[in-house]
């Protein structure tokens, strides 16, 4: 049987990707995020699993604003990274895990989550820059990738406690797969930060502490905030940190957190990252 055993939260911020890809890392700017996010990538060097589930958004490079899907499963064998704006990252292509996709989609569905289907999914930075803040730079990615899309960008959103329950779903179907699967759950985006409008630049730090503390502690308080309730302490794209409660929900009950790491500021944003194992 298949059995995730672990989960990361971290945000997407593109600058970190594009830091990486111009080899500036070692900028002042950047320093200190790199040195910090250290201890992180050491375990990820440790700790690969079979298979990532990653729970990301596209940022209307996949979806147009005309039609957006509330949760996508990608089901194809390889997934290419893109990016709105600014194109494509030249980093290695996304391996799929088609058969574990479609057994996802078949329990979601049975569970009754709509789950919209993707045989082809470019995939932008809400995916491929998590996949180098864990593994640097690799040739290849370590793990293959079931990429699971949530809509942040087109309202009306599903709401935190959906994502919650879909994680919990997640977690009951990964455990119904036949086969012995190390399975790693990433939920990615947040923490607070506000692109545009007169509230740009706006960040929470105890809001974002307290976000945090509860994934570890109460993960259901973190279901309770509607999205204005995000949207006004954490900013407008700040609401992007529900994808993290359906990383949180497929851990189970109890979750014993490896890592943490919280800096101000990435771009406009809080950088925040957890690893959390199950148990
Ligand atoms: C930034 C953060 C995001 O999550 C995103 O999707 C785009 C930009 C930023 O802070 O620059
Ligand atoms: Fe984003």
Redesign the pocket.
């Known amino acids: 049987m298949a059995r995730v055993v672990s989960g990361m939260g971290t945000?997407?911020?593109?600058?970190v990707g594009a830091a990486m890809d111009n080899g500036k890392t070692h900028e002042e700017y950047w320093q200190e995020l790199f040195a910090g996010l250290e201890p992180l990538r050491a375990w990820h060097r440790k700790n690969v699993p079979d298979v990532n589930i990653i729970v990301f958004n596209d940022?209307a490079t996949s979806y147009s604003l005309d039609s957006y899907s509330t949760f996508t499963i990608g089901v194809g064998e390889e997934f290419k990274p893109a990016d709105e704006g600014w194109g494509p990252r030249a980093v290695p292509v996304v391996k799929g895990h088609p058969e574990l996709a479609w057994h996802l989609v078949e329990q979601l569905m049975a569970e009754e989550f709509d789950m919209a289907v993707a045989g082809s999914l470019d995939v932008d930075?809400?995916l491929t820059v998590p996949l180098s803040i864990a593994y640097d730079q690799p040739d290849a990615w370590p793990a293959p990738v079931v990429p699971v899309c949530v809509n942040v960008i087109q309202h009306p959103l599903p709401t935190a406690l959906r994502c919650y329950k879909l994680g919990q779903a997640i977690g009951r179907a990964v455990a119904s797969y036949d086969e012995n699967l190390t399975i790693g759950i990433w939920g990615t985006?947040g923490l607070s930060?506000q692109?545009g409008g007169e509230r740009a630049g706006v960040v929470n730090p105890d809001f974002d502490k307290q976000f945090l503390d509860n994934l570890v502690g109460d993960p259901l308080a973190n279901t309770k905030f509607s999205h204005t309730d995000f949207i006004r302490e954490a900013g407008c794209?700040g609401v992007?940190m529900i994808m993290w409660n359906v990383m949180r929900g497929a851990l189970g009950d109890t979750v014993t957190e490896i890592h943490r790491l919280y800096h101000i500021p990435?771009?406009?944003?809080a950088y925040g990252a957890i690893i959390l194992e199950t148990g």
């Open positions: 945000s997407h911020v593109p600058g940022h930075h809400g985006g930060h692109l794209e992007e990435v771009s406009a944003t």
